[in-house]
């Protein structure tokens, strides 16, 4: 990992097309401002990291219902 201290305004160079500029320092926050071609995506990390655990959770739901569904069968046939 490359660490780096910037000032307000400095920029970093990423490959030959995406520029990280830093907009401005408050307290606790800082505000960068990326450029990159439309190519490339840029994403929040935590939102990413956020939608695959939903995702998961989705999922997760989804074999519940399915063993339930499974189980309810199971009991009519036993009952029938």
Known sequence: MLVLSRKVGDQILIGEDIII???SIEKDC?????EAPKNVKVLRYELLQEVKS???EALQ???RLSKIKDLKEILSDEQG
């Open 54 to 56: 939903e995702n998961v």
């Open 21 to 23: 500029k830093v907009i």
């Open 30 to 34: 800082v505000k960068l401002g990326i």
């Open 61 to 63: 739901g989804r074999e």
